[in-house]
């Protein structure tokens, strides 16, 4: 197939990008009667789900968390210089046994959900199914339609996370390591007075975060209007080629900026009618800048894999298209959709496209339809397309 239709990705994606969309907003209901209108539009039935969440985790756990994270940095590594290794050895072991709480709390989560601003919000389902009235498989193309800006961008964000948590994770691995070192030979291995300034250092990159203001001053073009853009041309592109054995549904999110609060809504609902060997789901994300076209293969700490065989198939596709696709781990710092969905154990992965040029603008006023290029749309839509059209044909 030569057309995916990438111009039609371009158009609503502009559409989508005319208003700001950030939950409980004008513009995100106005979004959402659009995406609603498409899909109903291009003829496949659409389902409405709602949910409410609150704000409570993005606007105090994390950006409160962080902070007190680097006082108690701090603290152990005073400690430390101090001569009181056993108090900071205490603090720096209770220190390290919370770091699975950072996948927790970012890997979607109700906590605190009956605490802060509640907002309402809905989850909309389009779906083609198989002409094969048993169908084999499902797959899953997810896109989040809400939007936000912050006072940092999103790489930005990301910097100071991974410098701020990997430099907090080294000053406590060094206490323990100078400790042990120190009460079996009684030698300083490190000096406390290097930790301890090192820790400030961490502290005030990760008190940084706490002036990282949330508001609804972006469109959102590449994150995430362009991504509900493919998913139409998607359709489009079904309605002429239909898939014999599989049910395709589009997803498309609400709530995704304040914490992944729409696929969560959306995976304890369905997670027990789904059969975890035969649906697959690709989460669109950033999508339609300039660069090439990257597959998360891992996220968080520690990492945990996204799907080797839809990474795979995916890479596959690239080859054969001649398409620029690379892959990326990312340790912290940004949610997604997936997570919640790959914490439940499903086959899962996520598609970005756009260099580093376009994630320096994203949650910022500059994620405007100048990020957007035809190609990139194009490399979305085929990735997509051509991975339903391989899944199909599966024995």
């Keep these: 197939m030569d057309d995916y239709r990438e111009d039609l990705a371009y158009q609503q994606t502009k559409q989508l990008a005319k208003w700001h969309r950030f939950i409980g907003s004008e513009g995100e209901d106005k979004a959402r009667r659009h995406i609603y209108g498409q899909f109903t539009g291009l003829g496949i039935e659409c ?11 993005a606007k105090y756990v994390l950006r409160i968390g962080m902070p007190i994270l680097g006082v108690v940095l701090v603290i152990i590594a005073y400690l430390y210089m101090q001569n009181l290794f056993i108090q900071s050895l205490i603090i720096a072991c209770a220190l390290l046994a919370c770091v699975p709480l950072i996948n927790i709390l970012t890997s979607g989560t109700d906590f605190g959900s009956s605490l802060g601003t509640k907002y309402q919000s809905e989850n909309l389902i389009g779906y083609i199914k198989a002409r094969n009235p048993v169908p084999k498989r499902m797959v899953y193309l997810i896109s989040h339609y809400d939007t936000k800006s912050q006072t940092f ?4 964000r990301i910097v100071l996370y991974v410098v701020g948590l990997f430099g907090g994770l080294a000053i406590l691995l060094l206490t323990l390591i100078s400790t042990i070192v120190y009460l079996i030979k009684l030698t300083i291995f490190i000096p ?25 001053e972006s469109v959102g073009a590449a994150d995430n209007a362009a991504a509900v853009g493919v998913q139409i041309a998607i359709i489009r592109d079904l309605l002429d080629f239909p898939p014999e054995n599989t049910d ?14 729409g696929a969560l809504a959306f995976i304890k609902q369905h997670e ?12 669109y994300d950033i999508i ?15 990492p945990k894999s996204t799907s080797k065989e839809i ?21 912290t710092g940004a949610m997604a959709d997936h997570f919640p969905i790959l914490k439940r154990g499903f086959k899962t992965t996520w598609i970005q496209t756009g260099d580093r040029k376009v994630s320096a603008k994203i949650h910022t006023p500059k994620d405007n339809m100048d990020l957007i290029t035809k190609e990139s749309l194009r490399t979305a839509i085929i990735l997509g397309f051509e991975f339903i059209q391989r899944i199909d044909k599966k024995p």
């Excluded at 406390?192 to 609804?216: E, M, Q, W």
């Excluded at 027990?272 to 989460?283: G, H, I, V």
């Excluded at 800048?289 to 700490?301: C, E, F, Q, S, V």
Aim: glycine share 8%; net charge neutral.
């Design 248 to 261: 395709v549904y589009f997803l498309s999110t609400s709530a995704e900026e304040l914490g992944l609060f």
């Design 288 to 302: 339609g800048g300039k660069g090439m076209a990257l597959l998360h293969t891992k996220y968080g700490l520690p």
């Design 192 to 216: 406390g007075n290097i930790l301890f300034y090192c820790s400030i250092i961490f502290c005030v990159i990760l008190a940084l975060l706490f002036f990282n203001r949330t508001g609804n």
């Design 153 to 156: 961008p999103v790489l930005i």
């Design 272 to 283: 027990n009618e789904l059969d975890k060997n035969n649906t697959y789901f690709l989460n």
């Design 311 to 331: 990474n795979n198939i995916l890479l596959q596709i690239a080859e054969e298209k001649n398409l620029k696709v690379g892959t990326q781990w990312l340790p």
């Design 47 to 57: 389902k409405r789900e709602p949910f409410t969440c609150s704000d409570f985790l």
